[in-house]
């Protein structure tokens, strides 16, 4: 074993996972160009088939949620702060709450492609400046979580060969980049779909049966495994309380609530699940496929919560600190003891195949927002052919693959989890309040949504570019810079109420939309439509 970098599998499990992953990549591609839109209709591009079952629908919505960073990150995160990572577990298992309870039911009602269709219902006069500026919000976010899965995939890859040179960087960046554009850009929505049900069956059944066997390996008495883990976690009965990481002091509290809100606000507002809210036919399948996502959810936080107690309890806190010191090896180090080679493997497959999936929906919204929002109705001005939209939209994924590709590359060494928190901040500061405002407040107006989405946008970037994850600690970007007057590393807890303020200053200070058009707006909110 290599012990200047996390290499935690053999080449036995490097040689099996390279098989089965490359085995489902083939299956799955196939598949997605067998089931790719064979009419140039847009419709079809863009929200697939829409008489999926509740139970397929909510695979696919809980496949587009659930990253590799739930896999690894999240249980590494467990396995190293016990208590706090649970709770962080917990908010990712709950945000689907606010989904179900606000915006599914009248997004999906209102929306037509994207949420700039549902502000063109309700602003017909000056939908194109909001819909510019809602194109360049999705854009940053789904590029920055793009940009988070490719440098993940290089991250992942340190498991197997340690710290990578240059040509394997690229390399791995290259291939995986190039498999998600081919989704994306050729099956659409179908095929985005396909593969994110096989994600989903793989992640939920990967998962639970590890959590299985960790709970077999302590005669599945529960007290039995939380006081292994306490006992080989260094710190006793703290490893149980609350404090390790989020909880010393008030900074820390602050940032933890910053981070949950930006999780579970965020989740309502990131582009690719609101593309997939849009595609049930009717609001009550998507209201049970909503139901089947959120049980799904909470199934593999749970099991996720158990393999990283089962891993500091099996393998312990020192080993998993020494070999990845944010965790992420854990889950791969736990499967190498209870199931050697073969399970390593098997996780390990899931992991890249994972990372695959995500990185498609996002690749996928971004195009379609590109396409339908920036060219054809921005553009064109709602005068594009419904094949020249379709060709816009697969050059689209092309370009936006390729640009993440350029700065994965460039940014690899950045922690992926900065990445995607910052999008799920900028997605809960600028998309939500948007998307609120617009469904349930009948005074907004097309300034106020600018404003919101351009000023939760700069807020959320410059709090980041002004904060410890930039510099003036070890783990900056920049650790030489000092630079950094915003404590938190999250600025979800400031740029989210920026964000509804703006929108509302900009709304009071504005003249109403004319003529009003809430009233049928929200009928259709509230009621849908026969399509």
Known sequence: MVTTAAVVVDRFS???????????????????????????EIGEFYLGNRTMSPLRNGLAMCGDYLSAATLLGSTGLVALTGYDGLLYLGGTA?????????????????????????????????????????????LAVTTLYLVAQLVGSVALLTQFTGEPGAATRTLCVVVIGTIVVVYAALGGMPGATFIQIVKAVMLISGVTVTAVMVLHHYDWDIDALLTAAAD???????????GLRYGASTTSKLDFLSLQLAIVLGLAALPHVMMRLLAPRSTNVLRNSVVWAMGLVGLVCLAAGVLGLGATAVVGRDTIARMDHKGDAAVLLLAHALGGGILTALLSCLAFVTLLAVAAGLTLAAASSAAHDLY????????????????????????IGVLAMLLALVSWG??????AFLAFAIAASALLPTLVYTLFWRRFTPTGALLGLCGGLLCSVLLVVFSPVVSSTPASLYPDADFAWFPLQNPGIVSIPAGFLLGWLGTVLSRPEVPDTYDEFEVRALVGTAD
């Open 376 to 399: 054809g109705e921005v553009i064109r001005k709602g005068r594009a052919k419904q094949t020249e939209e379709l060709l816009v939209a697969r050059l689209a994924a092309a370009v």
């Open 232 to 242: 080989h976690s260094g710190m006793g009965t703290r490893f149980l309380e609350p």
């Open 14 to 40: 490097l040689q099996l996972t390279f098989l089965l992953f490359l085995s489902v990549v083939v299956v799955t591609l196939f598949t997605a160009l067998l089931t790719a839109p064979q009419r140039d």
């Open 414 to 419: 950045a922690n992926t989890a900065t990445l």
């Open 94 to 138: 709950v945000a689907w709450m606010m989904v179900l309870l606000l915006i599914a039911e009248p997004l999906r009602n209102a929306g037509r492609f994207t949420l700039g269709d549902t502000i063109a219902l309700r602003m017909p006069a000056r939908q194109r400046p909001v819909r510019l500026a809602l194109s360049l919000c999705t």
